[in-house]
Protein backbone atom coordinates (compact mmCIF):
# COMPACT_ATOMS: atom_id res chain seq x y z
CA UNK A 1 0.00 0.00 0.00
CA UNK A 2 1.56 2.89 -1.04
CA UNK A 3 2.27 5.90 1.60
CA UNK A 4 0.94 9.50 1.47
CA UNK A 5 2.92 12.13 2.79
CA UNK A 6 1.98 15.66 3.97
CA UNK A 7 3.52 18.53 5.74
CA UNK A 8 2.90 17.97 9.76
CA UNK A 9 1.93 21.74 10.15
CA UNK A 10 2.13 24.68 8.52
CA UNK A 11 1.19 28.46 9.83
CA UNK A 12 0.24 30.89 8.04
CA UNK A 13 -0.51 35.04 8.82
CA UNK A 14 -3.88 36.04 8.51
CA UNK A 15 -4.48 37.12 4.94
CA UNK A 16 -1.88 35.56 4.02
CA UNK A 17 -1.11 32.43 1.46
CA UNK A 18 0.34 28.75 2.20
CA UNK A 19 0.28 25.76 -0.06
CA UNK A 20 -0.57 22.31 1.35
CA UNK A 21 1.10 19.36 -0.39
CA UNK A 22 0.71 15.60 -0.87
CA UNK A 23 2.87 13.15 -2.44
CA UNK A 24 2.89 9.53 -2.87
CA UNK A 25 5.63 6.83 -2.39
CA UNK A 26 5.00 5.36 -5.27
CA UNK A 27 5.75 8.50 -7.78
CA UNK A 28 3.88 11.65 -9.35
CA UNK A 29 0.56 12.80 -8.30
CA UNK A 30 -1.79 12.70 -11.40
CA UNK A 31 -5.36 13.66 -12.04
CA UNK A 32 -5.79 9.22 -12.39
CA UNK A 33 -4.83 9.39 -8.36
CA UNK A 34 -8.22 11.43 -7.82
CA UNK A 35 -6.62 13.75 -5.45
CA UNK A 36 -8.87 15.14 -2.57
CA UNK A 37 -8.80 17.53 0.02
CA UNK A 38 -10.91 17.32 3.50
CA UNK A 39 -10.73 20.13 6.17
CA UNK A 40 -11.54 18.53 9.81
CA UNK A 41 -12.06 20.41 12.88
CA UNK A 42 -12.54 19.84 16.20
CA UNK A 43 -16.15 18.60 17.11
CA UNK A 44 -17.35 19.42 13.57
CA UNK A 45 -18.07 17.08 10.88
CA UNK A 46 -15.53 16.34 8.19
CA UNK A 47 -15.58 18.63 4.80
CA UNK A 48 -14.94 17.57 1.51
CA UNK A 49 -13.03 20.60 0.20
CA UNK A 50 -12.05 19.99 -2.85
CA UNK A 51 -11.92 16.74 -4.61
CA UNK A 52 -10.87 14.97 -8.62
CA UNK A 53 -7.43 17.18 -8.20
CA UNK A 54 -9.34 20.60 -8.84
CA UNK A 55 -12.95 20.37 -7.91
CA UNK A 56 -14.80 22.41 -5.20
CA UNK A 57 -17.62 21.67 -3.37
CA UNK A 58 -20.68 24.19 -3.14
CA UNK A 59 -19.83 25.27 0.41
CA UNK A 60 -15.95 25.38 -0.65
CA UNK A 61 -14.68 29.34 -0.09
CA UNK A 62 -13.25 30.22 -3.37
CA UNK A 63 -9.67 31.08 -1.19
CA UNK A 64 -9.23 27.24 -1.31
CA UNK A 65 -7.48 25.81 -4.64
CA UNK A 66 -6.42 22.59 -5.86
CA UNK A 67 -3.48 21.89 -8.32
CA UNK A 68 -0.91 19.21 -9.13
CA UNK A 69 2.53 21.12 -8.21
CA UNK A 70 6.22 19.38 -8.57
CA UNK A 71 4.99 15.88 -8.84
CA UNK A 72 2.46 16.71 -5.87
CA UNK A 73 -1.22 17.36 -5.22
CA UNK A 74 -1.41 20.72 -3.60
CA UNK A 75 -4.18 23.27 -1.97
CA UNK A 76 -3.21 26.73 -1.75
CA UNK A 77 -4.74 28.85 0.45
CA UNK A 78 -5.11 32.47 -0.34
CA UNK A 79 -6.39 34.93 2.16
CA UNK A 80 -6.46 33.15 5.54
CA UNK A 81 -8.96 33.55 7.87
CA UNK A 82 -9.20 32.59 11.58
CA UNK A 83 -12.14 30.27 10.60
CA UNK A 84 -8.98 28.16 8.16
CA UNK A 85 -7.45 26.81 11.22
CA UNK A 86 -8.09 23.44 11.07
CA UNK A 87 -6.56 20.01 10.25
CA UNK A 88 -6.29 19.36 6.71
CA UNK A 89 -6.32 15.89 4.98
CA UNK A 90 -5.76 14.55 1.72
CA UNK A 91 -6.95 11.39 0.00
CA UNK A 92 -5.25 9.01 -2.87
CA UNK A 93 -6.98 6.62 -4.54
CA UNK A 94 -4.53 3.92 -6.15
CA UNK A 95 -5.10 0.34 -7.15
CA UNK A 96 -8.96 0.62 -6.18
CA UNK A 97 -8.11 1.59 -2.91
CA UNK A 98 -7.98 4.79 -1.39
CA UNK A 99 -5.19 6.44 0.95
CA UNK A 100 -5.11 8.80 3.70
CA UNK A 101 -2.25 11.39 4.03
CA UNK A 102 -1.03 11.81 7.50
CA UNK A 103 -3.20 15.39 7.48
CA UNK A 104 -1.43 19.06 8.01
CA UNK A 105 -2.45 21.08 11.15
CA UNK A 106 -2.97 24.19 9.60
CA UNK A 107 -2.59 27.20 12.27
CA UNK A 108 -3.44 30.83 11.02
CA UNK A 109 -1.52 33.66 13.47
CA UNK B 1 -30.86 18.94 2.70
CA UNK B 2 -28.55 16.02 2.49
CA UNK B 3 -27.24 14.28 5.64
CA UNK B 4 -25.44 11.45 6.65
CA UNK B 5 -26.57 9.47 10.17
CA UNK B 6 -24.44 6.82 11.16
CA UNK B 7 -25.49 4.63 14.06
CA UNK B 8 -24.63 1.35 15.97
CA UNK B 9 -21.24 1.93 17.36
CA UNK B 10 -20.24 0.75 20.90
CA UNK B 11 -18.14 -1.54 23.18
CA UNK B 12 -17.21 -4.53 21.76
CA UNK B 13 -15.09 -7.68 23.05
CA UNK B 14 -11.94 -8.76 20.94
CA UNK B 15 -12.95 -11.40 18.30
CA UNK B 16 -17.04 -9.49 18.36
CA UNK B 17 -18.97 -8.13 15.83
CA UNK B 18 -20.69 -4.87 15.11
CA UNK B 19 -22.69 -3.25 12.30
CA UNK B 20 -22.36 0.16 11.68
CA UNK B 21 -25.31 2.13 9.58
CA UNK B 22 -25.42 4.95 7.81
CA UNK B 23 -28.58 6.61 7.04
CA UNK B 24 -28.73 9.11 4.24
CA UNK B 25 -31.36 11.93 3.15
CA UNK B 26 -31.05 14.35 0.14
CA UNK B 27 -29.57 12.09 -2.11
CA UNK B 28 -30.04 8.14 -3.15
CA UNK B 29 -26.59 6.19 -1.98
CA UNK B 30 -27.71 3.72 -4.78
CA UNK B 31 -26.41 6.14 -7.19
CA UNK B 32 -22.97 7.17 -4.75
CA UNK B 33 -20.15 5.93 -4.21
CA UNK B 34 -20.27 5.32 -0.51
CA UNK B 35 -16.65 5.36 2.12
CA UNK B 36 -16.35 4.38 5.35
CA UNK B 37 -13.49 5.92 6.82
CA UNK B 38 -12.44 5.92 10.65
CA UNK B 39 -10.34 7.98 13.61
CA UNK B 40 -8.54 6.01 15.98
CA UNK B 41 -8.02 8.31 19.79
CA UNK B 42 -5.79 11.36 18.45
CA UNK B 43 -4.75 9.93 15.26
CA UNK B 44 -5.55 10.80 11.66
CA UNK B 45 -7.93 9.93 9.19
CA UNK B 46 -7.51 6.09 7.67
CA UNK B 47 -9.82 4.82 4.62
CA UNK B 48 -11.77 1.92 5.57
CA UNK B 49 -14.14 1.08 2.35
CA UNK B 50 -15.96 1.44 0.26
CA UNK B 51 -18.97 0.46 -2.37
CA UNK B 52 -19.23 1.72 -5.46
CA UNK B 53 -22.71 2.99 -6.84
CA UNK B 54 -24.96 0.42 -8.86
CA UNK B 55 -24.52 2.55 -12.07
CA UNK B 56 -20.41 1.55 -11.28
CA UNK B 57 -20.99 -1.77 -10.56
CA UNK B 58 -21.68 -2.33 -7.05
CA UNK B 59 -18.40 -3.81 -5.94
CA UNK B 60 -16.73 -3.43 -2.81
CA UNK B 61 -13.37 -2.28 -1.88
CA UNK B 62 -11.03 -2.72 1.53
CA UNK B 63 -8.31 -1.35 3.01
CA UNK B 64 -5.55 -3.84 3.96
CA UNK B 65 -6.08 -4.01 7.95
CA UNK B 66 -9.77 -4.65 7.93
CA UNK B 67 -9.79 -6.61 4.19
CA UNK B 68 -11.41 -10.28 4.87
CA UNK B 69 -13.62 -9.43 8.57
CA UNK B 70 -15.62 -6.39 7.14
CA UNK B 71 -18.47 -5.69 4.44
CA UNK B 72 -19.81 -3.18 3.56
CA UNK B 73 -23.32 -3.46 1.94
CA UNK B 74 -26.11 -1.23 1.05
CA UNK B 75 -30.14 -1.47 1.10
CA UNK B 76 -31.63 0.88 -0.89
CA UNK B 77 -35.02 0.47 0.01
CA UNK B 78 -33.51 2.11 3.33
CA UNK B 79 -31.27 4.44 1.42
CA UNK B 80 -28.81 3.02 4.33
CA UNK B 81 -25.55 1.91 3.90
CA UNK B 82 -23.45 -0.63 6.14
CA UNK B 83 -20.32 -1.80 7.32
CA UNK B 84 -20.54 -4.85 9.06
CA UNK B 85 -17.47 -5.64 11.30
CA UNK B 86 -16.17 -9.26 12.43
CA UNK B 87 -13.38 -10.66 13.95
CA UNK B 88 -12.62 -7.06 15.86
CA UNK B 89 -9.29 -5.87 17.20
CA UNK B 90 -8.36 -3.20 19.82
CA UNK B 91 -6.88 -1.67 17.30
CA UNK B 92 -10.01 -1.28 15.24
CA UNK B 93 -11.08 1.44 17.85
CA UNK B 94 -12.06 4.65 16.38
CA UNK B 95 -14.64 6.79 15.06
CA UNK B 96 -16.51 5.75 12.28
CA UNK B 97 -17.70 8.21 9.47
CA UNK B 98 -19.24 7.27 6.29
CA UNK B 99 -19.36 9.72 3.34
CA UNK B 100 -21.28 9.69 0.07
CA UNK B 101 -21.70 12.35 -2.56
CA UNK B 102 -18.61 14.26 -0.37
CA UNK B 103 -20.94 14.44 2.33
CA UNK B 104 -20.12 13.20 5.55
CA UNK B 105 -21.76 12.37 8.53
CA UNK B 106 -20.79 12.95 12.21
CA UNK B 107 -19.15 9.52 12.95
CA UNK B 108 -19.93 7.21 15.64
CA UNK B 109 -17.42 5.58 18.10
CA UNK B 110 -16.39 2.06 17.95
CA UNK B 111 -14.48 0.51 21.40
CA UNK B 112 -13.15 -2.91 21.06
CA UNK B 113 -11.94 -4.01 24.80
CA UNK B 114 -12.08 -6.47 26.85
Known amino acids: QAVVTQEPSLTVSPGGTVTLTCGSS?????????PCWFQQKAGQALRTLIYDTTNRHSWTPARFSGSLLGGKAALTLSGAQPEDEAEYYC?????????FGGGTKLTVL | EVQLVESGGGLVKPGGSLRLSCAASGFTVTYAWMNWVRQAPGKGLEWVGRIKSDTDGGTAGYAAPVKGRFTISRDDSKNTAYLQMDSLKIEDTAVYYCGGANYWGQGTLVTVSS
Open chain 1, 26 to 34: TGTVTTGLY
Open chain 1, 91 to 99: LLSQSGVRV
